[in-house]
């Protein structure tokens, strides 16, 4: 079973067994998000400039930064910035929830998506954005984990 509770932490202050990082292949984003990265953990980014992982939506990649609390970084596809929707976004929670369950995870976390990417979205001229990210987030996370088991 997951925990999952809301929380403001920088990335590499979060205390989880997974935290999860949504990025986005187009390269400017890309390219922002690894010094982003790179400047929260150490080089934690380098192996993306191998091009094993190139932020197609739904992708994932594992880094196990040394400079951070947590023990996995969970990067997760997001597609292109300017296609990203509410919708993605509950999927891409849901894909992390699923390979955090796999990887034995009791504690995960979510990363707020690229603020640039998510103004650049069909979304993202909304007023309670923000408020749209968390719950479909939250969403997709609980009801990916979600098992009847009677």
């Known amino acids: 079973?997951?925990?999952l509770t809301a929380g403001s932490e920088k990335i590499h202050?979060?205390?989880a067994d997974v935290v999860?990082?949504?990025?986005?292949?187009?390269?400017?984003?890309?390219?922002?998000?690894?010094?982003?990265?790179n400047a929260a953990l150490g080089d934690a980014a380098a192996p993306l400039d191998t091009g094993a992982f190139t932020g197609g939506f739904g992708e994932t990649f594992l880094?196990?930064?040394?400079?951070?609390?947590?023990?996995?970084?969970l990067l997760i596809g997001g597609g292109k910035a300017g296609e990203l929707t509410i919708e993605k976004l509950?999927?891409?929670a849901a894909t992390t929830a699923k390979t955090a369950l796999r990887l034995r995870a009791s504690t995960l976390a979510l990363v707020e998506p690229d603020a640039e990417a998510l103004?650049?979205?069909?979304s993202g001229d909304e007023k309670d954005l923000w408020e749209q990210v968390g719950c479909a987030l939250g969403?997709?996370?609980a009801l990916?984990?979600?098992?009847?088991?009677?």
């Open 1 to 3: 079973m997951i925990t």
């Open 13 to 15: 202050r979060a205390r």
């Open 20 to 37: 999860a990082l949504l990025v986005f292949e187009d390269r400017k984003t890309l390219l922002r998000q690894k010094r982003q990265l």
């Open 63 to 73: 880094l196990y930064p040394l400079k951070a609390k947590t023990r996995l970084l």
């Open 90 to 92: 509950r999927r891409a």
């Open 119 to 122: 103004a650049r979205s069909p």
């Open 139 to 141: 969403e997709g996370t």
């Open 144 to 150: 990916s984990l979600y098992r009847f088991d009677r």
